[in-house]
């Protein structure tokens, strides 16, 4: 049962969770894989369910969840969905977050610091020996949620890696993750890939009506957002494009920096209120490397980000040499990023350093 008191690591604020959510737009490949292998007696013990974040991976583990556990069987006919009547029984269980037979894997919530846990920890699944003991007396197929697997320290994957080497009968893992190449190997060798894509325009409008949040035809939203319903929900919710619009701002004078610019944009994320914009901070310049890095490939985008972004772009990264340096950068950084988020750097600290060395690499790039 879910903890209606405790943040959950796997819902987008201002969306519904991806058990609650009714229709999975922009999948239909990753459902006809995973429903083929089904109705052909092929059906894995693990599944590892990759793809952008956002695109509706959850969405679809959920789904592939209700519809084992329903107790579906495989039909003569081409026509098989995961569609689940919501008022069947073991549907209404699954959206209450109480069905016996389904166990979630995700991030704890650490009662001492208040806050959700940076890693998902051994002892979330270890809880699964409790699980599968308890769940074995009610019969049926059983399915475990992992999500996100990326996010599974190094005890916890080796913990998720006995239960696919020796998955109990009966029993279905489905593994999301953002960034499978993250995983250890044999986690991924014992699981068959389904893979979600970016969302095409149509299909990404639809899913933001669906969550509440008709967004029209912007731009800028469709650029950033870069397929994923969740990313653009948490655009919409936290004033990302405004933020992006101000990191353009700051990098138009690129290979200088405006120091108070960039301080005012530093602490904007400090305290508590601007944990959710540190997170931001940081994917949107993750997200800006590598617009910088696909210019110097392919040339300015077509779509802006932001006013002024492909101009940016094509005078800070004209041709290859500065594509592969603006991708080492975006690559050395995510790294800086990741550690410090886990060992809970100064924001701001961490947010300068990043700008400054932005600074450094477009200064590198005009002196070649």
């Given at each position: 049962?879910?903890d209606a008191?405790n943040?959950?690591?796997?819902?987008i604020?201002?969306?519904p969770h991806?058990?609650?959510?009714p229709v999975?737009?922009g999948?239909?490949m990753?459902?006809?894989?995973?429903?083929d292998?089904?109705?052909?007696?092929?059906l894995?013990?693990?599944?590892l369910?990759?793809?952008?974040?956002?695109?509706?991976?959850a969405?679809?583990?959920?789904?592939?969840?209700?519809?084992?556990l329903?107790?579906?069987?495989?039909?003569?006919?081409?026509d098989q969905?995961?569609?689940?009547?919501?008022?069947?029984?073991?549907?209404r269980?699954?959206?209450?977050?109480a069905?016996?037979?389904?166990?979630?894997?995700?991030?704890?919530?650490?009662?001492?610091?208040?806050a959700?846990?940076?890693?998902i920890?051994?002892?979330?699944?270890?809880?699964?020996?409790?699980?599968f003991?308890?769940?074995?007396?009610?019969?049926g197929?059983?399915?475990?949620i992992?999500?996100a697997a990326?996010?599974?320290?190094?005890?916890a994957?080796?913990?998720?890696?006995?239960?696919l080497e020796?998955?109990p009968?009966?029993?279905t893992l489905?593994?999301?993750?953002?960034q499978?190449?993250?995983l250890?190997?044999?986690?991924?060798?014992?699981?068959r890939?389904l893979?979600?894509?970016?969302?095409?325009?149509g299909?990404?409008?639809?899913?933001?009506?669906?969550?509440?949040?008709?967004?029209?035809s912007?731009?800028s939203?469709?650029?950033l957002?870069?397929?994923s319903?969740?990313?653009a929900?948490?655009?919409?919710?936290?004033d990302?494009?405004?933020l992006?619009?101000?990191?353009?701002?700051l990098?138009?004078?690129?290979?200088?920096?405006?120091?108070p610019a960039?301080l005012?944009?530093?602490?904007?994320?400090?305290?508590?209120?601007?944990?959710?914009r540190?997170?931001?901070?940081?994917?949107?310049?993750d997200?800006?490397?590598?617009?910088?890095a696909?210019?110097?490939?392919?040339?300015?985008?077509?779509?802006?980000?932001?006013?002024?972004?492909?101009?940016?772009l094509s005078r800070?990264?004209?041709?290859?040499r500065?594509a592969?340096r603006w991708?080492?950068?975006?690559?050395?950084?995510?790294?800086?990023?990741?550690?410090?988020?886990a060992?809970n750097l100064d924001?701001?600290?961490?947010?300068?350093?990043?700008?400054f060395?932005?600074?450094?690499?477009?200064q590198?790039?005009?002196?070649a």
């Amino acid at each position: 049962m879910t903890d209606a008191s405790n943040p959950e690591p796997d819902r987008i604020e201002g969306a519904p969770h991806p058990r609650e959510t009714p229709v999975l737009f922009g999948q239909g490949m990753a459902e006809r894989d995973f429903l083929d292998a089904f109705t052909n007696g092929r059906l894995h013990s693990g599944w590892l369910i990759t793809g952008p974040r956002g695109v509706g991976k959850a969405t679809l583990a959920w789904k592939i969840a209700t519809f084992l556990l329903a107790g579906a069987a495989p039909s003569l006919f081409d026509d098989q969905t995961l569609a689940v009547d919501p008022q069947h029984p073991d549907a209404r269980l699954v959206q209450s977050g109480a069905h016996p037979r389904l166990a979630l894997i995700r991030r704890p919530w650490d009662d001492k610091a208040k806050a959700l846990k940076a890693d998902i920890t051994v002892d979330a699944v270890r809880s699964l020996k409790t699980f599968f003991q308890l769940s074995a007396a009610d019969g049926g197929r059983r399915v475990v949620i992992v999500d996100a697997a990326d996010e599974l320290n190094r005890n916890a994957a080796n913990a998720i890696l006995k239960e696919l080497e020796e998955p109990p009968a009966n029993t279905t893992l489905l593994l999301v993750a953002h960034q499978p190449s993250r995983l250890l190997p044999t986690i991924r060798s014992r699981c068959r890939e389904l893979r979600c894509a970016p969302l095409s325009a149509g299909d990404l409008e639809k899913a933001l009506n669906q969550a509440g949040h008709p967004a029209g035809s912007a731009e800028s939203l469709a650029a950033l957002a870069g397929g994923s319903p969740g990313d653009a929900v948490r655009l919409l919710n936290h004033d990302g494009l405004t933020l992006y619009a101000a990191l353009i701002q700051l990098f138009d004078g690129l290979p200088q920096i405006n120091r108070p610019a960039a301080l005012k944009i530093a602490e904007s994320c400090t305290g508590r209120a601007g944990s959710t914009r540190f997170g931001l901070t940081l994917d949107l310049i993750d997200l800006f490397l590598a617009r910088a890095a696909k210019a110097g490939l392919m040339g300015a985008p077509s779509v802006q980000g932001a006013n002024g972004e492909a101009r940016l772009l094509s005078r800070i990264a004209p041709d290859d040499r500065a594509a592969r340096r603006w991708a080492q950068l975006q690559q050395d950084l995510s790294e800086r990023s990741r550690h410090g988020r886990a060992v809970n750097l100064d924001p701001a600290a961490l947010i300068l350093d990043m700008i400054f060395k932005i600074e450094q690499t477009a200064q590198g790039v005009a002196a070649a």
